[in-house]
Every structure is written in C-alpha cells, then in structure tokens.
C-alpha cells in the first residue's frame, strides 16, 4: 500500500500533461477507432494527416459522400471545431455516422491542437 501512495505523490508531482499528449490522447479516445494521423491510413474515415488547408473530401482513394466531397469546406481551426462539434450543422448529410458529437469545449481544443501539429 505504501508504494502505492508513494507513485501516486510521485505522479501528483509530475509535469502536467503536455497540451500535445492530452490532445493525442482526447484522439485517440474519440477519433482514432475511424481515423488515424498517418499520411495515406485511410480506415472507416480518411486519414487526417496534413488536414489543416485542406480541403474537404479531397484525400486520394477514399470515398467520401457526395455531401463532403461536393461540399466547399476547407479544414481549419475554426471549421474543424464546428464539425467536431455538430458534423450535420458543417456538412449537412456527412457519413460520420454513429459518430454524433463532442460538446466540450476544452476536448475539441485539444482535438484540433492535436491535428494541427500533427502536419509533418
């Protein structure tokens, strides 16, 4: 039991979390199982590496739906927050679907931080 405790002080003591590993791990709990970060790894979703000024359904080899691939969304901070937020209110009839939403804030933040910095 006394080690225990002594790991928890030792974490409780420890550097927060990187904004950039709360981000990583905010995708991972919510994105990853559809989408991955890596150049050309499409899944159920396309990848979303380099997704920052690019546009909407525009990745090589993957199907999008009509709605996002005719739409005239370009990824940014602002717009990837929206879709994070509520897809239908961006891309009315997207196929994200079972995804519905994340409405905390702080979550889509480090979402989207994440994404951003995941453009090399």
């Not at 080690?3 to 030792?10: D, G, S």
């Not at 995708?27 to 920052?52: K, Q, W, Y």
């Not at 409405?103 to 889509?108: L, N, Q, Y």
Request: overall charge negative; some cysteine; glycine content about 6%.
């Amino acid at each position: 039991m006394q080690k225990f405790l002594t790991a928890l002080i030792v974490l409780a003591a420890s550097p927060a979390m990187s904004q950039d590993a709360s981000g990583e791990v905010e995708f991972n709990n919510h994105c990853r199982t559809c989408h991955s970060v890596e150049e050309g790894d499409n899944r159920m979703g396309p990848t979303l590496h380099a997704v920052i000024d690019r546009k909407a359904g525009s990745v090589p080899g993957y199907g999008y739906s009509d709605a996002m691939a005719g739409s005239d969304v370009v990824w940014d901070a602002e717009t990837l927050d929206a879709f994070i937020e509520a897809p239908d209110a961006v891309v009315p009839g997207n196929a994200m679907k079972p995804y519905s939403e994340i409405t905390d804030p702080k979550v889509r933040e480090l979402i989207v931080s994440y994404l951003s910095e995941t453009e090399v």
